[in-house]
C-alpha cells in the first residue's frame, strides 16, 4: 500500500468539522420546516383582512349577494339574528362594541364590524388552510407553545448530530480497537492478524504501518523458527526462545483522543443546535407578538397603532397589510367624528360607504325642504355686540339642529340668520313630509322657549317664519373634487324659501301639495294663492295651526 503525504491526507479534524456543518444545516432546516408547518395555517395569507374587507362591502351595499360558501350573520341591538348564504352550522361570539373583531372557528374564519343602528354583521367562511397552530385569534396559545417548538427542533437536530458524530467516531475507532485486539494477539506469539479499514486518514496510514509491521513480525518470527529448528537439529540442544513485546500505549492514547474529540464534538453540537433554536425563535416570533399587542390595544378601542415592518418575507407582508388596515379605520373614524361637527351624519355615512365613487351629479328623488328664518335680525343685530350676535346665532342653530336630527332630516346649510334642512335625501322615508312638519312645528316650540329664556336672562328676544314645500328635487354633490356639498336643487326649495319669506313671525306656511300630503297630521289655515317672488303662478299657501287632535 502507497503512502502519501500527511499533509494531503483527510484529517479527523475535518471530518469533524463537516459533522458539525451538516448538523447545524440540519438544525436549520428542521427548524424552517417546523417554523413553516406552524405558519402557514396562520393569517400570513391575510384571510381575517380579507374576511373583514368582504364584510365592509356587504355592510355598504357593494355585494348584494354572500359569495358562494360563505355565511352572513347579522345581529340587530335587540339580539335578533338573520343568517344569509350558505349555513356553515356554526354561530360566532357576541361582539360587544363599536370596534372590528375577527377570529377562528373550527375551520372556518369570521370577521364581525359594527353596523350603524348598533348591531353587528358577521361573515363566516370555510378556511381549508387552518389548522391547530394556524389560528390567529388563539395566537397566545400558539405563540406561548412556539418557542417549545424551536427548542424541540434544536433537541431532534443535537440529537440527530450526536447519533452522527457517535457514528462517525465508531468508524474512525474502529480500526484503532482491532488494532488494539491484534497487538494482545501478538503477546501470545499470533503475528497473522491484520486490521482492515477503507480510509486513508490517520487512522488508515497508522493501520497499515500496523499491518506492515505484524507482516515482518510474521516473518521475523518465521525466521526465528526455522533458525532455531535447524540449530536444534544440528545440536540436538534446544538454544533457548525469542520474545518480541508490543506496546498498546499509542493505541490506548489514540483511542482516548478520539472518545473526547467526539464528546466535545457532541456537547458543542447540542449548545449550537439550542442556541440557534432560541435565536431563530425569538427573531421569527418577536413581530407576531407585536401583531397580538396590537391586535389586543384595537380591541380596545385605540387605534393610534402601528406595528414596526422589520422583515421583508411573509411577516412582513401580514404586517404591513395589518398597519394599512389600521390606517383605514383610523382615517374613517377621524373623517366620521370631523365631518358630523359640521354635516348631517347621513351625509357622512352615505360619502365613507363609497367615498371613491361619489358622483358630482345628483339623483332625482321627492324630498321636502324645510327653511327657519329670524325675524327682524338685521335690526336686531344692530343693537348687540359681535360676540352676542354669535351667541345669538349659535343658539339659534343648536336648537334647530336637534329638532331636525330627531327627525331624520339632514342639515344642508346654514344661512346667516336662517337654516335650511331637508327630509327625504340622501337617506330616502316614505313619510319625509310628515317629518318635515312635525320638526317645524316643535322647532317653533323649541325657539319660543328659548326666546323666553334669552328674555329671563336680560338679553334680546327673538322669533322666527318657517316654510315647507314638498316636491322633486335633484338630490347630490356640488362643486369640485377638491371642494363639494351636499345640497339638493329645485322647485320645491324655491317654494320653501318664498314661503318663508312671507311667513309672519311665528307662523309655519306650507305648499298646497304639503298640506295635502298631512291633512291627518295638522291643522291649517288657507291663506288662499300669494304671488312668490321668482314664479309666474301664484302659491296657494296654508298656516299650520298645530297638531290635530
Known amino acids: 500500500m502507497s503512502s502519501r503525504p500527511l499533509e494531503r491526507l483527510p484529517t479527523i479534524r475535518g471530518k469533524l468539522g463537516a459533522t458539525i456543518v451538516v448538523a447545524v444545516a440540519i438544525t436549520i432546516l428542521i427548524s424552517y420546516a417546523l417554523i413553516g408547518f406552524a405558519l402557514r395555517n396562520s393569517p400570513r395569507d391575510s384571510e381575517a383582512i380579507d374576511a373583514l374587507a368582504l364584510a365592509r362591502r356587504i355592510a355598504s351595499g357593494e355585494v348584494a349577494e354572500p359569495p358562494a360558501g360563505a355565511m352572513v350573520v347579522r345581529r340587530t341591538i335587540t339580539g335578533e339574528v338573520t343568517v ?24 372556518n374564519v369570521w370577521a364581525s364590524i359594527p353596523t350603524d343602528e348598533g348591531g353587528s354583521l358577521i361573515v363566516l367562511y370555510p378556511s381549508p388552510t387552518r389548522g391547530s397552530l394556524g389560528r390567529l385569534s388563539a395566537t397566545l396559545g400558539f405563540l406561548q407553545s412556539v418557542w417549545w417548538q424551536f427548542l424541540l427542533a434544536g433537541a431532534i437536530a443535537a440529537v440527530i448530530a450526536l447519533v452522527m458524530t457517535r457514528w462517525l467516531a465508531r468508524g474512525m475507532t474502529q480500526p484503532l480497537r482491532d488494532m488494539a485486539d491484534a497487538a494482545r494477539r501478538m503477546e501470545t506469539g499470533d503475528y497473522s492478524t491484520r486490521v482492515y479499514t477503507t480510509t486513508r486518514d490517520e487512522v488508515g496510514q497508522l493501520a497499515a504501518a500496523f499491518n506492515r509491521m505484524s507482516r515482518e513480525l510474521e516473518n521475523l518470527e518465521s525466521s526465528r523458527r526455522d533458525l532455531v529448528a535447524n540449530v536444534s537439529h544440528e545440536l540436538k540442544t534446544p538454544i533457548g526462545a525469542l520474545y518480541i513485546g ?5 493505541v490506548t492514547d489514540a483511542v482516548t483522543e478520539a472518545r473526547t474529540q467526539a464528546l466535545y464534538v457532541t456537547a458543542f453540537m447540542i449548545l449550537l443546535g439550542v442556541a440557534g433554536a432560541v435565536a431563530l425563535a425569538t427573531v421569527l416570533s418577536r413581530p ?15 387605534l393610534a397603532v402601528e406595528v414596526p415592518v422589520t422583515t421583508h418575507d411573509e411577516l412582513g407582508v401580514l404586517t404591513d397589510s395589518f398597519n394599512r388596515m389600521v390606517r383605514s379605520l383610523r382615517e374613517k373614524e377621524m373623517i366620521k367624528r370631523a365631518f358630523t361637527r359640521y354635516v348631517a351624519r347621513e351625509v357622512v355615512e352615505e360619502v ?3 367615498p371613491e365613487h361619489l358622483m358630482l351629479s345628483g339623483e332625482r328623488r321627492e324630498a321636502t325642504v324645510l327653511f327657519c328664518d329670524i325675524r327682524g335680525f338685521t335690526t336686531l343685530s344692530e343693537r ?10 349659535n343658539e339659534f342653530y343648536t336648537t334647530a339642529i336637534e329638532t331636525t336630527f330627531k327627525h331624520d332630516g339632514t342639515l344642508d346649510k346654514f344661512l346667516g340668520d336662517a337654516v335650511m334642512c331637508v327630509f327625504g335625501a340622501p337617506i330616502a322615508h316614505p313619510d319625509h313630509t310628515a317629518r318635515a312638519v312635525k320638526t317645524a312645528i316643535e322647532m317653533r316650540t323649541a325657539l319660543a322657549e328659548l326666546s323666553k329664556r334669552r328674555s329671563m336672562r336680560g338679553l334680546d328676544p327673538f322669533e322666527v317664519g318657517i316654510g315647507v314645500a314638498w316636491g322633486e328635487v335633484v338630490a347630490g354633490t356640488v362643486g369640485t373634487e377638491e371642494r363639494m356639498e351636499y345640497t ?22 306650507l305648499s298646497r301639495r304639503t298640506y295635502e300630503a298631512v291633512h291627518d297630521l295638522v291643522e291649517a289655515i ?10 309666474e303662478e301664484e302659491v296657494e299657501a296654508y298656516e299650520v295651526v298645530g297638531f290635530r287632535r
Not at 348564504?85 to 372590528?100: A, M
Request: no cysteine.
Open 526 to 535: 288657507s291663506l288662499g294663492p300669494m304671488k312668490v317672488k321668482g314664479k
Open 246 to 250: 508490543f506496546s498498546k500505549l499509542a
Open 384 to 393: 348687540l355686540t359681535p360676540e352676542q350676535v354669535v351667541s345669538l346665532l
Open 84 to 107: 344569509e348564504g350558505e349555513n356553515l352550522g356554526v354561530l360566532p361570539p357576541d361582539t360587544p362594541g363599536r370596534v372590528p373583531r375577527w377570529g377562528v372557528i373550527g375551520n
Open 288 to 302: 407576531i407578538f407585536r401583531l397580538v399587542e396590537a391586535t389586543q390595544v384595537i380591541g380596545a378601542g385605540n
Open 488 to 509: 339638493v336643487i329645485g322647485d320645491s326649495v324655491n317654494v320653501a324659501a318664498r314661503l318663508q319669506s312671507h311667513a309672519k313671525a311665528g307662523s309655519i306656511l
Open 352 to 354: 365613507l360607504k363609497d
